[in-house]
T-cell receptor, first 110, second 112 residues
Framework: GNSVTQMEGPVTLSEEAFLTINCTYTATGYPSLFWYVQYPGEGLQLLLKATKADDKGSNKGFEATYRKETTSFHLEKGSVQVSDSAVYFCALEYGNKLVFGAGTILRVKS | IAGITQAPTSQILAAGRRMTLRCTQDMRHNAMYWYRQDLGLGLRLIHYSNTAGTTGKGEVPDGYSVSRANTDDFPLTLASAVPSQTSVYFC???????????FGPGTRLTVT
């Protein structure tokens, strides 16, 4: 079946550090891939997406590249801010079903 | 402001009681969804609706029911709550099944 595996958190970084949150997936066929972000006390918001191999999604300084050969969609940001502290969810969509990873908590210290 | 509203924000409920979580969207989206969020498990789909008048079962439908009488509203009912239904519940909508989903702020439910 389809599934998403994310690195366990929490991830704790200092402001301006480089961020990587790993995400790998298992899917039959060619899914669309997403990163959602959940700020404290709020619902999920779409951060970025990629719909086919080698596509790069980007938004708010975050980037992720759809790597079919490694079945990965790692989230990166060059310089994190305290305001980036949130829970990040990797997800895939295939056959009109959205499957989420367990989520990774990111804490950024000033 | 366009978006999704959920009510209540939080609720403590005695086991065996009936509870309806409300969800309303004003974006005229065709598809709507209910998820539960549990620590370490991410979000899991409970029920969905592709369009008004139709519903379908998700990954974890047992103990829950939904209805979709119109485009805007998608209530989730727990007929007889059990402690394992303690969770945070999110409603979402999308223009069509398969397009980007937009999420409400969530309802935190505790069943004692």
């Amino acid at each position: 079946g389809n599934s998403v595996t994310q690195m366990e958190g929490p991830v704790t970084l200092s402001e301006e550090a480089f961020l990587t949150i790993n995400c790998t997936y298992t899917a039959t066929g060619y899914p669309s891939l997403f990163w959602y972000v959940q700020y404290p006390g709020e619902g999920l918001q779409l951060l970025l997406k990629a719909t086919k191999a080698d596509d790069k999604g980007s938004n708010k300084g975050f980037e992720a590249t759809y790597r079919k050969e490694t079945t990965s969609f790692h989230l990166e940001k060059g310089s994190v801010q305290v305001s980036d502290s949130a829970v990040y969810f990797c997800a895939l969509e295939y056959g009109n079903k959205l499957v989420f990873g367990a989520g990774t908590i990111l804490r950024v210290k000033s | 402001i366009a978006g999704i509203t959920q009510a209540p924000t939080s609720q403590i409920l005695a086991a065996g009681r009936r509870m309806t979580l409300r969800c309303t969207q004003d974006m005229r989206h065709n598809a709507m969804y209910w998820y539960r969020q549990d620590l370490g498990l991410g979000l899991r789909l409970i029920h969905y609706s592709n369009t008004a008048g139709t519903t379908g079962k998700g990954e974890v439908p047992d103990g829950y029911s939904v209805s979709r009488a119109n485009t805007d509203d998608f209530p989730l009912t727990l007929a007889s709550a059990v402690p394992s239904q303690t969770s945070v519940y999110f409603c979402a909508s999308s223009e069509f099944r398969g397009s980007v989903q937009y999420f409400g702020p969530g309802t935190r439910l505790t069943v004692t």
